[in-house]
């Protein structure tokens, strides 16, 4: 049901379950994915394969759940970069100096940003979710990757177009060459926000009437994975080479994690991921 619903498809181990976009590794060029919370060690609301640090789970449960999750997608362990993640539109150039920040603790994670690029083969680029959506970037004339993490700021500061951008100066990358995979996030059909966030996006997208459903009591259904989409195809992305998952984090309980679903919040996280394959 998943893969014909999202194009998106499932790869699994004796262990744990994930998703990778076959519009990028048809070109065999990088391992990409988005982690299940099928198969860990976590327990209670971070049950099971907990990859997040920073919600209240125990540091050895999920630094256990990352090996798990990267023996299974064949990500070298410990060198995985992870950046702080503050909802901004920060871009950061990851070279082989930034190999294990963030991979075993929040103090280390690459401050102040939201999205990572890299040239290096073997350096794997990751970004934690729990309805948030990921961005994974490939170019591959000029074999380069990019991550973003964009929630509903993230989405308002158009994080993915400026990710693609940074890619062209950083390694002349072109947004016609490049290939965007679109993770499972929360879906238009669960993602209620109120007037204050419907202004902002009013304010911000012409084609505001696009993402926005209006419901009962000022408040409107936003599409969050159209509202990345529309932005990079803008700049030059072809539709053709976006590939949206439309996996729904908070109507998939036992796939995913979902901080609006849960009471308070209290949850764990998915991992997104993308790194060239060395050689």
């Not at 996006?201 to 696009?210: G, K, L, Q, R, V």
């Not at 979902?258 to 991992?271: D, H, K």
Request: glycine residues 10%.
């Amino acid at each position: 049901m998943f893969m014909e619903e999202s194009g998106w498809l499932t790869r699994s181990n004796e262990r744990t379950v994930w998703f990778y976009p076959p519009g990028l590794e048809a070109t065999g060029m990088v391992i990409s994915g988005f982690s299940t919370r099928i198969g860990g060690v976590s327990g209670g609301p971070y049950s099971s394969l907990n990859q997040g640090l920073h919600v209240g789970d125990v540091t050895e449960l999920v630094l256990k759940n990352r090996g798990i999750l990267a023996e299974a997608a064949g990500l070298p362990p410990g060198s995985q970069v992870v950046p702080a993640q503050v909802h901004g539109d920060r871009v950061h150039l990851a070279e082989w100096s930034d190999a294990g920040a963030g991979a075993r603790d929040l103090e280390s994670s690459i401050s102040d940003c939201d999205a990572l690029i890299t040239r290096e083969p073997g350096l794997p680029l990751v970004t934690h979710h729990a309805d948030c959506v990921a961005l994974l970037i490939l170019d591959p004339l000029k074999k380069a990757v990019g991550i973003a993490h964009a929630g509903w700021k993230g989405t308002r500061l158009r994080i993915g177009e400026k990710t693609v951008r940074a890619m062209g100066e950083a390694f002349g990358t072109r947004p016609e060459d490049c290939r965007v995979a679109i993770s499972p996030s929360i879906g238009p059909c669960c993602y209620e926000v109120d007037a204050p966030l419907i202004e902002q996006f009013t304010a911000a997208f012409p084609y505001h009437s696009e993402l926005l459903t209006p419901r009962p009591g000022q408040k409107a259904h936003l599409d969050l994975w159209e509202a990345n989409r529309r932005p990079l195809i803008e700049i030059g992305v072809r539709d053709q080479n976006v590939f949206t998952s439309r996996l729904c984090t908070c109507c998939s309980p036992d796939y995913f994690y979902s901080y609006r679903r849960e009471p308070g919040g209290v949850t764990g996280r998915m991992a997104a991921f993308i790194m060239l394959r060395p050689g």
